[in-house]
């Protein structure tokens, strides 16, 4: 009786270690029923018939990493370039996943390499390593348009290293370093053109300054000069209207005659002084008063009516 009890709690633990599956999280599990698809296990607590189904295959739903070998391409100028990368991919249908192809792993990475291949045969060396962004983005759509088939959404791919021969490294080498000594015979002849042009901007601006100053200093000496005169001109009319104005006074006339007279007296005295001078005397004192006659009428006339 123990025995038989012991064998009913046995069978009891099959059935329920058979019918009971708790499947984790971002996992999905294929049951068979009978070897044919029954249903794909979601996440949680699952009850299967024991004997009946079976858990066939089992996926994980998360994004996965796959290592692509790497592999020799050609490019379109016939330069040989080894290529590797990685592809992202994750699982969208369990079912197409297990029944659609015998390993959607070894597919993926079949078919990675192969539209990488493709993709750089179309392209040059150079261009290769300018393209990267659109060889990426053209190798997950020659996949993903595949894997559709497998239950495989493939998310990205990346190129780790493109490492060309070591010829065609070593030209590439020699092609930058003549490129950037290029670019510093360029800099520094633009540094030279640069300075004279502002050597002869400074030059130019400083005879402009320099002219300008001239010209703004014999401005100031004709406006000086042509000042001077008008003051000049200002005082002897304004002494011409004061010796008029004094004549015209009583006594003015006579003022004059006097004046006049020793004028004449001093001139007579200088001339006589000078011992080369030859002094002719008038005969008659009479022509000295008839001078200063002569000088009185012209002053007579130049008075206002």
């Not at 005879?207 to 000049?232: M, P, T, W, Y």
């Not at 010796?243 to 007279?261: F, N, S």
Request: proline fraction near 4%; include cysteine.
């Amino acid at each position: 009786m123990t025995e038989f009890a012991i064998l009913l709690v046995v069978i009891a633990l099959i059935f329920i270690f058979r019918a009971v599956k708790v499947v984790p999280q971002q996992h999905a599990w294929v049951v068979e029923r009978l070897g044919k698809f029954h249903a794909a296990l979601t996440p949680g607590l699952n009850f299967l018939v024991p004997f009946v189904d079976k858990v066939a295959y089992k996926h994980s739903l998360k994004e996965i990493p796959l290592d692509v070998p790497s592999q020799v391409c050609i490019t379109r100028d016939n330069t040989q370039l080894q290529v590797d990368g990685i592809l992202y991919f994750q699982v969208t249908d369990p079912m197409r996943a297990s029944y659609g192809s015998s390993n959607y792993i070894v597919a993926v990475t079949q078919l990675a390499q192969t539209s990488l291949r493709s993709v750089i045969g179309k392209l040059e060396l150079d261009k290769t390593f300018e393209e990267r962004d659109m060889i990426n983005a053209q190798v997950v759509a020659a996949i993903d348009e595949a894997a559709l088939n497998w239950g495989v959404k493939v998310l990205r791919y990346e190129i780790k290293d493109l490492t060309p021969p070591k010829e065609i490294l070593h030209a590439m080498q020699r092609q930058i370093t003549a490129e950037r000594e290029k670019r510093a015979l360029i800099a520094a002849s633009e540094g030279r053109r640069q300075e004279q042009i502002n050597i002869a901007t400074g030059e130019r601006e400083a005879f402009i300054a320099r002219s300008e100053g001239e010209k703004q200093a014999e401005i100031n000496k004709a406006q000086g000069e042509a000042a001077a005169i008008l003051a000049v001109a200002e005082a002897t009319a304004s002494a011409i209207r004061q010796v008029a104005d004094a004549i015209r006074q009583p006594g003015g006339e006579q003022a004059v005659q006097l004046k006049v007279a020793e004028r004449a007296v001093d001139a007579y005295s200088k001339v006589a002084a000078d011992a080369t001078t030859t002094l002719i005397v008038p005969s008659e004192m009479s022509q000295v008063s008839t001078l200063i006659a002569s000088a009185m009428k012209m002053v007579q006339a130049g008075k206002p009516a």
